[in-house]
């Protein structure tokens, strides 16, 4: 299994856990079709009320999808459109209104991005790290960034995403500028996501899916207008696959975490 699942039913929280930390829980097309389930299986159960997300291993939340798996996605040649794996791997995408709560330990970068940016908040232990290697490897950031702008100021979302696999930004850096709203000590963020989502399973269902309705409607107003412009965006901007993977594969080691 390279996704599992915990329900407390004392608790009324679920937790899922992305589990291939021997690729760093890189995605593989099968997790992410299995995620997508997941999310949409929730939506029956009254008795998970909260949910939260990790990664296991505590090396990396999770890096993206596996590059072993994203060649064998075949495209289609408008560069109006996209076939993404990725596209339904968060909880909002399969109509999903149950809070969620991502704990990230370690690397959390690239195509995770469409699933931390549908999570209610961050919980991150003092040693994760966030980066967008992208543009690095001649793929244009799109959707993960539009994804990452909704809980980023600008300038800090585009300096992610144009500085590439060259810069990471720490926990710290993370909570200060909003996107992470607690840090713990390394091993503590899913302890702490734990506590966060029982106190909320504790309310009343409606009142708290309400609340989270309300939230992304907010947000939501130019999402969809921004996510409608990604596949041709990335369709026109990346390399052709052969030279992205000849970058990736002299990628460079070093990097800077501020």
């Known amino acids: 299994m390279t996704i599992t699942l915990e329900r407390d ?23 992410a079709r299995e995620l997508a389930a997941v999310w949409r299986a929730f939506r029956y159960e009254d008795e ?11 090396r990396a939340f999770c890096t993206g999808i596996d590059r072993d798996d994203a060649g064998r996605v075949p495209q289609p040649p408008s560069p109006y459109t996209i076939d993404d794996p990725l596209i339904t791997i968060g909880p909002k995408a399969n ?30 232990g003092e040693t994760a790290e966030f ?15 539009i994804h990452m ?25 993370a909570y200060e500028t909003g996107l992470v709203s607690e840090v713990t000590k390394p091993g503590e963020a899913l302890p702490a996501a734990r506590k966060a989502a029982a106190v909320i399973a504790s309310y ?14 907010a947000k939501e107003s ?18 052709p696959a052969d ?3 000849e970058l990736f594969t002299g990628r460079r080691t070093g990097y800077r975490t501020r």
């Open 48 to 58: 998970v009320r909260a949910i939260v997300v990790t990664g296991a291993g505590g």
């Open 95 to 124: 109509d999903l209104w149950k809070p969620v709560i991502a704990a990230v330990e370690g690397m959390a970068c690239g195509g995770v991005f469409y699933l931390l940016g549908e999570a209610e908040f961050l919980i991150a």
């Open 149 to 173: 702008a909704q809980r980023m100021p600008f300038g800090e979302i585009a300096r992610m995403a144009l500085m590439g696999s060259a810069e990471r930004i720490s926990a710290g850096r």
């Open 222 to 239: 130019l999402r969809p207008q921004a996510l409608a412009q990604a596949p041709h965006l990335v369709t026109l901007g990346n390399l």
């Open 243 to 245: 030279r992205q993977t």
């Open 9 to 31: 039913k004392a608790t009324g929280v679920a937790v899922v856990t992305l589990d291939r930390p021997e690729r760093h829980n890189a995605l593989t097309l099968a997790m």
């Open 131 to 145: 980066f967008d290697p992208h543009v690095t490897y001649g793929m244009a950031s799109a959707f993960e960034t």
């Open 204 to 217: 009343p269902t409606e009142a708290v899916q309400g609340t989270v309705r309300a939230l992304w409607t």
